[in-house]
């Protein structure tokens, strides 16, 4: 797997794609043998060297899957096995049948239709595939490729309108040219007055046609002038500026699906890293736990993420889990991380959220100081009621000794420094000087 993962191995990979790339078209052009054999020797060790690095690339990718099985479920390494079997079979086996029946190229093209080995040919083009690994490397291409996808529908409603307005256009200079020898070069009939509408008027080069429209009739010139700028700059403008929206809508849209696919796999392999298991939901101590492990730190940093901010309001979180039914699994887990980036935009919905949970917080210190404060008044209470007996039994202590006759025995005590008022309580001996 470090092999596989290398950055090493992954740049001589995409190196090796470019000049295969230009090979094929140094190959195309002076390579006329069907089978490998019957080429140059030049032709012969590039083929063969492309094709055994190729192999022991995919068998190195192939080894790296913990469970083989797992391969199949990866749709790149899909594609380059079914090139790589394209190339062996074009190298190594189809020679090896020639060699082992004793055919020459010359007996297959007498045996079979010449056709047919043009196609076998073709097939190598199929390596040009290879260049899609490219994609993987340069993130923008992929951008831009899934923005003309997604711009699709609002390209074709612009050929609509370009096609209206050249429609209308067709039909006016149709009419109004009629009788004119440029009329009859350039707008004969409807359909081939669209034609050079379309041709000279919005693609480039319609100089000409404004020209030669303009020696005419000016009346011509007005019109194709206002065609050019209608359809040809106001058009194509709006064109790009909805392309411009597209693109930036989609790279944020792939920036943002990169980051989860990046922090998922680097979350996923940390934790089994450091024996948690990404099937099992975490427990609340388990998550403090886990946010304080250096990589998973500097893994959040890298996104955005407050570490201590996450910690801080993890009993909130879990408190929220308890409410809902849920658990801290590892869905759960990377919705609580990415929603927690510092770039992210605040939405009503996130006012919220910070207002109920402010509006808890608050709630629980209340309800702790609250229960705080009726302890120390309990504490109190309590210490009253002492006191208060304490100076009802010295009020009466007094008169029970009258009714009796008896007094007290004298106490062995220090004397105390404090004298009974007659409210009951006590108040300090002053000191004699």
């Known amino acids: 797997q470090f092999l596989a993962k ?93 060699n082992l029946l004793r055919l020459n190229e010359q007996d297959l093209a007498n045996a079979v239709n010449i056709d047919f080995l043009r196609i076998l040919r073709l097939v190598r083009i199929l390596r040009l595939s290879r260049m899609a690994k490219l994609l993987r490397a340069v993130p923008e291409l992929v951008i831009i490729i899934k923005g003309i996808g997604f711009a699709a ?8 309108l370009w096609t209206m307005i050249i429609y209308v256009f067709a039909i006016v200079l149709r009419q109004t040219t009629a009788g004119y020898d440029f009329g009859t070069k350039r707008f004969s009939t409807v359909s081939h007055a669209m034609v050079t509408l379309f041709l000279s008027g919005i693609v480039p080069g319609q100089a000409d046609l404004v020209d030669e429209a303009g020696y005419a009739h000016w009346a011509f010139w007005l019109i194709l002038v206002f065609f050019v700028l209608l359809a040809s700059v106001t058009i194509m403008y709006m064109l790009v500026g909805v392309l411009v929206e597209v693109m930036t809508v989609i790279s944020s849209t792939e920036k943002e699906g990169m980051t989860v696919s990046y922090v998922a796999t ?144 004298r106490s062995t005590s220090p004397p105390s420094t404090y004298e009974d008022r007659e409210d009951g309580l006590q108040s300090p001996i002053p000191d004699e000087q």
């Not at 529908?153 to 609509?160: E, K, T």
């Not at 504490?379 to 208060?388: D, M, N, S, Y």
Request: overall charge negative; some cysteine.
């Open 266 to 409: 680097s979350l996923r392999a940390i934790m089994h890293q450091l024996n948690y298991s990404t099937e099992v939901p975490l427990s609340q101590r388990e998550f403090r736990q886990l946010l304080r492990e250096e990589e998973v730190d500097r893994l959040l940093r890298d996104i955005g993420v407050d570490v201590v901010a996450l910690a801080d309001t993890a009993e909130v979180i879990y408190e929220d889990f308890s409410k809902h039914g849920m658990s801290m699994d590892f869905t759960n887990l990377m919705d609580t991380i990415l929603n927690l980036r510092g770039k992210n935009t605040a939405t009503v919905k996130d006012v919220k959220e910070q207002s109920r949970v402010i509006k808890s917080v608050v709630q629980q210190t209340l309800q702790s100081n609250g229960t705080k404060v009726m302890e120390e008044f309990q504490i109190l209470r309590a210490e009253l009621a002492l006191l208060r007996e304490e100076a009802l039994r010295r009020v009466l202590l007094p008169l029970e000794t009258e009714e009796t006759g008896q007094f007290p025995a």
């Open 153 to 160: 529908r609002s390209v074709l409603v612009f050929f609509l």
């Open 6 to 98: 290398h950055w090493l191995l992954e740049y001589i990979t995409l190196f090796v794609v470019c000049l295969n790339t230009i090979w094929i078209a140094i190959d195309t052009d002076l390579n006329n043998a069907a089978i490998i054999t019957a080429a140059d020797i030049q032709f012969q060790i590039a083929e063969n060297f492309f094709c055994a690095y190729f192999f022991v690339e995919l068998l190195i990718r192939f080894l790296a899957f913990a469970n083989k099985r797992h391969c199949l479920q990866d749709y790149w390494f899909n594609f380059d096995l079914l090139l790589v079997t394209l190339m062996v079979a074009e190298t190594w086996i189809v020679p090896l049948i020639f």
